[in-house]
């Protein structure tokens, strides 16, 4: 998923202005988009499915207007309902006001919390963590003496990997989860507007110059032009940055506490090259992420870097699609090789990550087809082993290539010659520079940085029972 915010003291078009910063990001999420417009405590939104193109048209920005104040959101869907009926930011009326709310991530006690709220007598209309926490916040904001003390108080009940972006009728407020999980940042544009984004390339598409990233557990509040930082959550608990922003999820583009995303991955790639050494004459990487990594094993064992694979660029990330049976179908139409590039060579094939082993098959059979004599396949990831917690579609083990077979079975079954997959140890070496304490792994290692989640299932996502029909 991809926030974006921007506020300032002048009213403008800020719809289009965040509309530029959604298609920035548009790689963390291509399920539906949305857009809500701040003027003065009047707000006006729009939301749909598809992508950051096809839901804004021109007429729809114009109809948002102009304001003072406007958040947006890219989702990326992973478990529960998916369509438009999910889609952020959400706006919701209450006693004390109006609040527009977008947020990245997952939580992790999400059963629990709604289980609390819908006996308290709570009511729900969508299936996403976004609306349990827009009903905390506003439980707290009942008692609290303003909102960003009603997210302080939320953040004490909300357990997980989070990042939330809100909208009140006179400020904007953006917090990060103790842990650190996801990555946030905010930045200045000439005009003295201050913007909050998921990654730093956003805040490049509109302008903005990166001040720095929210301190795990900081809670960031703007408010006619001033910025106010409190603390109180910070340094609860152990800081632990996502992994898989630099091996997939962020744009090379972006730097990450202090550390290119770019150079991580370049770097991963070097370390797969020194572990998972091969005679061969090409080094090829598969688009987009595995692009960097490719050119560092490149580098490193010195086999010459070549562009085998051609991308469609309207094909969206196969990894985010919703759906095993939609994933295989745009992997069928997303690559192409460049048989010039392949034919009659030895291939190392670079990839960011090996999950379920779809796309690496097809890939390697595409290469095969183009004439390549033989296909090493490398893995800028270790082995994904665990189910991830906080908002990647990798919710079971049981989807997991690596949980069921060896190095050399998958080798066999996606049609590779040889297969390496990063070290575990070298994992933590790709964003070496980057300023922060620690890092979570624990989708490669299972060491979470929060208990597992407690399951809880609706009652609404089961058809009535026979007993019910007769009441």
């Known amino acids: ?30 399920e539906s988009a949305g ?20 839901v804004f048209t021109s007429e729809v920005l114009a109809r948002l207007g102009e304001g003072n104040m406007a958040i947006g959101h890219t989702r990326y869907g992973t478990l529960g309902t998916r369509g438009i009926v999910n889609a952020e930011p ?24 709604r289980k609390e709220l819908e006996l308290g007598g709570m009511i729900f209309h969508t299936s996403s963590d976004a609306e349990i926490i827009s009903c905390v916040i506003i439980q707290e904001r009942l008692k609290a003496p303003s909102i960003e003390a009603a997210v302080s108080a939320a953040m004490s009940r909300l357990k997980g990997g989070y990042t939330v972006l809100l909208m009140s009728p006179s400020k904007m407020v953006v917090a990060r989860d103790p842990h650190g999980i996801h990555s946030v940042c905010f930045g200045r544009r000439a005009d003295g507007r201050y913007v ?12 903005a110059v990166l001040e720095r990233e929210l301190l795990p557990g900081e809670i960031i509040v703007f408010k006619n032009g001033e910025v106010t930082s409190l603390r109180d959550h910070c340094d609860s608990v152990p800081e632990r940055l996502c992994i ?20 991580a991955r370049r770097r991963a790639g070097a370390l797969l090259a020194m572990a998972h050494p091969v005679e061969a004459d090409v080094v090829v990487g598969v688009p987009d992420s595995g692009l960097d990594a490719a050119l560092g094993y490149s580098e490193q064992s010195g086999i010459p870097y070549g562009i085998g694979l051609i991308k469609n660029k309207y094909i969206g990330r196969t990894f985010i699609s919703p759906g095993q049976n939609n994933r295989e179908d745009k992997v069928r139409i997303k690559l192409n090789p460049v048989s010039s590039a392949v034919k009659g060579k030895r291939v190392v094939l670079v990839d960011d990550s090996i999950v379920r082993g779809t796309t690496s098959a097809r890939i390697v059979r595409l290469l095969r087809n183009a004439g390549a004599t033989e296909v090493h396949l490398r893995s800028s990831a270790p082995k994904f082993l665990n189910p991830c917690y906080y908002g990647t579609d990798i919710d079971s083990r049981e989807m997991l290539i690596a949980c069921k077979y060896s190095t050399e079975e998958i080798a066999k079954i996606v049609g590779a010659d040889s297969l390496g997959f990063l070290l575990l140890e070298d994992v933590r070496k790709i964003a070496e520079d980057a300023g922060v304490k620690g890092f979570c792994t624990a989708c490669f290692d299972g060491e979470y940085p929060t208990d597992a989640p407690v399951k809880y299932t609706s009652k609404y996502d089961n058809k009535i029972s026979e007993s019910e029909k007769e009441q």
């Open 1 to 30: 998923m991809g926030i974006f915010g921007i506020t300032g003291n002048e009213r403008g078009d800020l719809a289009s202005i965040t509309y530029y910063g959604l298609y920035a990001l548009q790689h963390r999420g291509q």
């Open 35 to 54: 857009i809500a417009v701040n003027d003065d405590g009047v707000f006006s939104v729009h939301k749909d499915t598809g992508l950051v193109g096809d």
């Open 90 to 113: 959400i706006v919701v009326n209450h006693i004390k006001g109006r609040l527009a709310l977008a947020t990245e991530g997952a939580l992790v006690n999400a059963g629990p919390l």
């Open 196 to 207: 909050v984004a998921s990654e730093s390339c956003a805040l490049d598409a509109v302008g």
């Open 244 to 263: 898989f922003e630099y091996i997939y999820t962020a744009r090379p583009d972006s730097m990450i506490s202090g550390c290119s995303v770019q150079t």
